[in-house]
């Protein structure tokens, strides 16, 4: 078993954001994967935001799992607490690479 998959025991419902039509967000099919979900009160993440200009939050939590990028505005359910994804990027570590998704 790799150390990422050994780290993985939380599981996170995604619904995958798709687009927007008529000022209502659409989302693609409900999916589930094993991750690990890391709470902190006063976890800051920079990014930019879909004008380009950069922009700082506050984020409720990060997770880290396999599998294809999640998209940004998906939203992430996690032990009954539902979250909104901010940003999702491939990391390396481990010896393979995950994703950690930034959750608000």
């Known amino acids: 078993m790799s150390r990422i998959k050994f780290l993985l025991r939380q599981t996170a419902t995604i619904r995958p954001w798709i687009r927007s039509a008529n000022g209502e967000d659409?989302?693609?099919?409900?999916?589930?994967?094993?991750?690990?979900?890391?709470?902190?009160?006063?976890?800051?993440?920079?990014?930019?935001?879909?004008?380009?200009?950069?922009?700082?939050?506050?984020?409720?939590a990060k997770m880290f799992c396999e599998g294809e990028k999640i998209p940004e505005r998906s939203i992430?359910?996690?032990?009954?607490?539902?979250?909104?994804?901010?940003?999702?990027?491939?990391?390396?570590?481990?010896?393979?690479?995950?994703l950690e998704v930034v959750l608000q």
Do not use: W
Request: aromatic residues 10%.
């Open 26 to 60: 659409i989302y693609g099919a409900e999916e589930t994967r094993k991750c690990r979900l890391q709470r902190r009160r006063d976890l800051e993440h920079t990014y930019k935001n879909p004008a380009g200009a950069m922009d700082q939050v506050v984020a409720r």
């Open 76 to 98: 992430v359910t996690v032990d009954d607490a539902e979250y909104i994804v901010i940003e999702c990027y491939r990391a390396f570590g481990f010896s393979e690479d995950h």
